[in-house]
């Protein structure tokens, strides 16, 4: 079932003047329920711009966006309730804190939600457990916290907002391996039990195959591609005719398939390629 | 959107005006602006009118973008022109009387010349100065004009600098709101409704991150500065050097014809003198822009 579905959508920077710039242009995408589709395109293919669009913060030049079926746009008032239920984590959102501590700051989402001072702090224990905050930091100011643990604080800002959507424009950029892991885990921790949707910007090819079920190619403000992760990972010529790449491991399954070695299963993690090469070698007998 | 505002902002081109050297344009403008408080009757308005129209023809910004840049000052000119007309006493019998207001015929041509002037003021300059010159060359200009105060040891240089900067980072700063605000809006927070001290606290949010930021970039942007032995003024070269061409010239002599007509126009037509001894609060009020 598809949770979001984006019709037709074009939007125009500037329109009118001489810093005019077409974003995207004539975008048709589905995004699936209980699903995390992966997002992935060249910096200026128009990534950005559309997870702008998906809560609302930019309105289409033309097109529709549906979320349950319904336009996001039809009563254009209303449009802050669009965002509670669409929660938007920016490129970078360690910039958005503010407040005098950690636990304040991932309270001002659901407090802004009108929800009572108890659910509040539900709320806030829940998100901070996702992204890995312990009570001893929730009590800290969030301007002395290191990179990465400010970035915690600001996707927790969102997922304290407890969204059916939540959307995440490059949320491990920059981050360390672990921090990385610990993040994506969440992220698919919050899906299962919340049975959200997720959709993940991210220029990781290594992230997408480990954590999506879908993903969307991006290229010169239009899809390029969309399938599931198997499909748009199996054909690595595909996705280097736009200059993308496809993950490392994928490069060599596809490598050794032309060579003449039939590899089958999931040719694009560590694991699936592992456990396809054994059992090349157990069918071949050598 | 904050980003959609135009007045102060540089459009590249190619035109005449475009290709003027930033002090001929900074001297053109104090003439234009000498001239516009100069204008007191209908024959001088006329020519400053038909002047800043070629002026705006000749730069090749579109109508559209003029237009735009007027918006924000429509109050403003709508308030002044109101307030001169029931303000601006007159001899002879009022046009309207009624109870304490009284509107004589002195008071609207007024009010018509001081929004007029208003109007051609801001078209006139913009279009001459920041919408044709980059931010860049109008401080090279400003130092290059500024320089013989070098001689008695006001630090221009660094003046200028700072103007660069400043006028650098005004875009990047508007983009930095919008990106926190947006991120802040994400969040739930509301900035249009509420009272005002309501409207206030919600600009917490932004301004916070804002100021943390701005210093974190100041920072970074002195470290940068040092790494490349940026020292000032001295023995400072200029990558582009400005020169005075033929054309710089012709522009010249145009302003001088320009403020000579307006001048010559008003003594023709007689009431200058009187013009220019009332004092008027709104004209000391604009006269910076």
């Known amino acids: 079932m598809n949770k979001i579905e984006i019709q037709n959508v074009s939007y125009t920077y500037s329109k009118g003047t001489p810093f005019q710039m077409v974003a995207l242009n004539d975008v048709s995408v589905a995004f699936e329920k209980g699903k995390i589709t992966g997002l992935i395109g060249h910096t200026g293919s128009g990534k950005s711009t559309l997870v702008h669009m998906l809560n609302g913060l930019y309105r289409p030049t033309s097109g529709r966006i549906l979320l349950d079926g319904q336009d996001i746009w039809e009563k254009p008032k209303e449009i802050s309730k669009i965002r509670y239920r669409v929660g938007l984590v920016m490129q970078y959102p360690e910039y958005q804190l503010f407040d005098d501590t950690v636990r304040l700051d991932i309270g001002f989402g659901p407090r802004n939600q009108g929800l009572s001072e108890q659910e509040v702090e ?165 | 959107m904050i980003t959609d505002m135009t007045l102060g902002q540089f459009f590249p081109g190619k035109s005449v005006i475009h290709r003027l050297d930033p002090r001929t344009k900074l001297i053109l403008t104090i003439v234009f602006i000498v001239a516009t408080f100069l204008a007191s009757n209908p024959v001088t308005f006329l020519l400053l009118t038909v002047c800043t129209v070629a002026l705006v023809m000749a730069s090749g910004i579109s109508l559209g973008t003029i237009l735009k840049g007027i918006k924000p000052i429509i109050f403003i000119l709508i308030f002044t022109a109101i307030l001169n007309v029931f303000l601006t006493g007159g001899v002879g019998e009022p046009l309207v009387a009624f109870w304490i207001i009284k509107i004589y015929k002195e008071g609207i041509i007024r009010a018509v010349f ?119 003024d001295k023995n400072r070269t200029k990558l582009v050097k400005l020169s005075y061409k033929g054309r710089d010239a012709l522009w010249f002599v145009l302003s001088a014809l320009f403020i000579g007509g307006v001048i010559v126009l008003g003594f023709v037509a007689g009431y200058m003198p009187e013009e220019l001894a009332s004092t008027n609060l709104f004209r000391i009020m604009f006269y910076p822009i």
């Open chain 2, 114 to 232: 001081m929004a007029l002037r208003i109007l051609i003021l801001i078209v006139g300059t913009s279009t001459l100065l920041t919408y044709t010159t980059s931010p860049i060359a109008l401080t090279d200009g400003i130092e290059s004009l500024l320089s013989p105060l070098k001689k008695i040891k006001v630090p221009v240089h660094t003046f200028a600098m700072m103007m660069t900067i400043a006028l650098r980072f005004i875009p990047t700063l508007v983009e930095e709101t919008e990106k926190i605000m947006n991120a802040q809006k994400s969040r739930g927070a509301d900035f249009s409704s509420g009272g005002l001290i309501k409207k206030a606290k919600a600009l917490i949010p932004i301004l916070i991150p804002l100021f943390v930021s701005a210093f974190k970039r100041a920072d970074e942007l002195a470290t940068a500065m040092e790494c490349r032995c940026y020292r000032g």
């Open chain 1, 122 to 286: 539900e709320r806030v224990k829940e998100a901070a457990e996702f992204v890995g905050i312990d009570d001893e930091m929730l009590e800290k100011s969030p301007f002395e916290l290191s990179g990465g643990q400010k970035r915690r604080v600001a996707i927790a800002g969102i997922i304290a907002m407890r969204p059916e959507v939540l959307v995440l424009d490059e949320p491990a950029a920059g981050l360390d391996p672990r921090g990385r892991r610990e993040i994506l885990g969440g992220l698919v921790r919050y899906v299962e039990r919340n049975d959200a949707t997720v959709i993940l910007v991210s220029h990781s090819m290594e992230d997408m195959a480990l954590y999506c079920d879908n993903v969307v190619v991006m290229s010169h403000s239009q899809v390029y591609r969309s399938g599931t992760v198997r499909e748009i990972f199996s054909d690595a010529d595909v996705l280097a005719d736009i200059g993308l790449d496809v993950p490392a491991v994928a490069k060599i399954a596809s490598a050794l398939r032309h060579e003449g070695i039939e590899l089958e299963g999931e040719l694009y993690t560590v694991e699936g390629v592992k456990r396809a090469i054994i059992e090349y070698i157990g069918r071949s007998g050598k």
